[in-house]
């Protein structure tokens, strides 16, 4: 049975705060037991607003699939962003947050007839393509679709290279596609691409754009209307990193190729937003001391430390996002490093987070804090054995509260001041119901971006 508590989502921030603070308050009276991640709104709001000074002309729209935390999406959607959905799900989530269609691109190039069906009776018909398979599908199931060809364009060097699976040959492949589909009588708007996820080369954005301004001239002579070019994802978001190298690259190459203003440009941020605003607190409730091998010294010993989170939890990442994960202890101490181990709370051998790291030593009830948690960690996280995924605890200062709060879909019912608590059982979400409508910022012309984002900014986020 669940236990419903009477405790907002959002907590408002006065003063100086930091995450590792907030994480004291929660766990310093001893009742938190569970995992749990404290959210920073403040930091996605500031990364939007870095993302609109660095590149004014390119849209982001937010990769569900990255976190699909209701609170995000919606903060989000309040600022102004658009929306990539590769299914039906995220499609629903995002619409009932109140985001109009025309803010979303279906960018999934292999899709579901039936996700495709849901796609068009919501409205939503911009999405992508790869294949002849996936426009004969378009055909039949949405042949008012507004089509965009995703090419391959792979980075050097990529967290989570996307090429393999998903892209067609710009050269080889993308044009007679472009023509078959003029044949169709389907329409193709634009081209896509996704550099891959996490991608450690910018350069390559410039040759994607390149590939681009070549298959908008093939598609124009096809008889198709090009205006839309969608440069994809793969940008930075751990702490520490920044965006303004890869701005200048597609910034450059925009200028080059695409100098006029009426072709509208996109993006499909995910970890960008997501990773940095999300900082994760796990308790050792278990240790192991491994005797000291021979010829070792008994300061040499490796100690096991066993977490309430693990691979089968929020990091998952580890196994399928390839992340690098760093623990810190929540309590700094004066002791030595000494080598260890951290290992999830699972009946299962690979469950093991950190197999050689090197830690103060670390008693049972000690916390240990992993920052920049917030992408590919959540959506994938599952209760194998019976462990609970982590609870977001969501906190924003108050001053950027006092500017958002109207845009949101909560309540002031929905916010507490001040310090937080710390319940076992996770409090309901207001966005599980059936909230209000957010004040949906109007559509967008088809062929240039939203004059009212520019003024949010500006106002709002100074």
């Not at 405790?7 to 310093?28: C, F, H, K, L, T």
């Not at 023509?179 to 390559?204: D, I, P, R």
């Not at 088809?446 to 984002?453: M, S």
């Amino acid at each position: 049975m669940r236990v419903v508590e009477e405790e907002p989502r959002v907590v408002v921030m006065e003063g100086s705060w930091s995450a590792e603070r907030v994480i004291r308050d929660i766990v310093e009276d001893g009742v938190q037991e569970d995992p749990f991640y404290v959210m920073d709104l403040g930091e996605v709001v500031a990364r939007y607003r870095h993302w609109k000074e660095l590149m004014p002309r390119v849209e982001p729209f937010y990769a569900v699939k990255c976190n699909d935390d209701k609170l995000l999406v919606s903060t989000l959607a309040a600022l102004g962003a658009g929306f990539d959905c590769a299914s039906k799900a995220e499609i629903q989530l995002v619409t009932g947050l109140g985001v109009r269609p025309d803010r979303i691109i279906f960018a999934n190039p292999a899709k579901p007839a039936s996700h495709i069906r849901y796609a068009s009776a919501a409205g939503v018909i911009t999405m992508t393509f790869d294949s002849e398979t996936e426009l004969l599908k378009t055909k039949q199931y949405m042949p008012h679709a507004q089509l965009v060809i995703r090419i391959r364009c792979d980075a050097t060097s990529a967290q989570c290279p996307l090429g393999i699976k998903f892209g067609c040959d710009p050269v080889a492949e993308a044009p007679r596609l472009l023509k078959l589909a003029a044949v169709m009588g389907l329409n193709v708007v634009g081209v896509s691409f996704h550099v891959g996820s996490g991608a450690q080369e910018t350069g390559v954005y410039a040759r994607a754009i390149q590939f681009a301004r070549a298959l908008f001239e093939a598609g124009d002579a096809a008889g198709h209307t090009m205006y839309l070019l969608d440069v994809g994802g793969g940008f930075p978001g751990n702490s520490g990193t920044c965006i303004r190298e890869v701005s200048q690259v597609i910034n450059s190459a925009l200028e080059l190729h695409f100098p006029s203003r009426s072709v509208r440009v996109i993006a499909e941020p995910g970890r960008y937003f997501a990773a940095a605003a999300y900082t994760l607190a796990a308790m050792v409730h278990a240790t192991r001391k491994l005797p000291a091998k021979e010829g070792e010294s008994e300061e040499e010993a490796h100690t096991m430390y066993f977490i309430n989170d693990g691979v089968y939890g929020s990091f998952n990442c580890v196994l399928y996002d390839h992340q690098q994960v760093h623990a810190v202890p929540l309590e700094q101490s004066s002791e030595r490093a000494q080598q260890c181990s951290v290992w999830g709370p699972s009946c299962d051998g690979l469950d093991c987070v950190l197999p050689a790291y090197a830690l103060p030593p670390q008693r049972t009830g000690s916390w240990l804090v992993f920052r920049d948690m917030g992408a590919y960690t959540l959506p994938v996280a599952s209760p194998f054995n019976g462990f609970p995924t982590p609870k977001v605890r969501a906190v924003v200062d108050k001053h950027l509260w006092s500017m958002l709060k109207e845009l949101w879909p909560l309540t002031e019912a929905n916010f507490v001041f001040g310090r937080v608590t710390s319940p076992q059982t996770p409090p309901p979400s207001p966005l599980d119901s059936d909230p209000p409508s957010p004040a949906s910022p109007p559509s967008p012309p088809p062929l240039t971006p939203p004059a009212h984002h520019a003024v949010f900014v500006e106002c709002a986020l100074k």
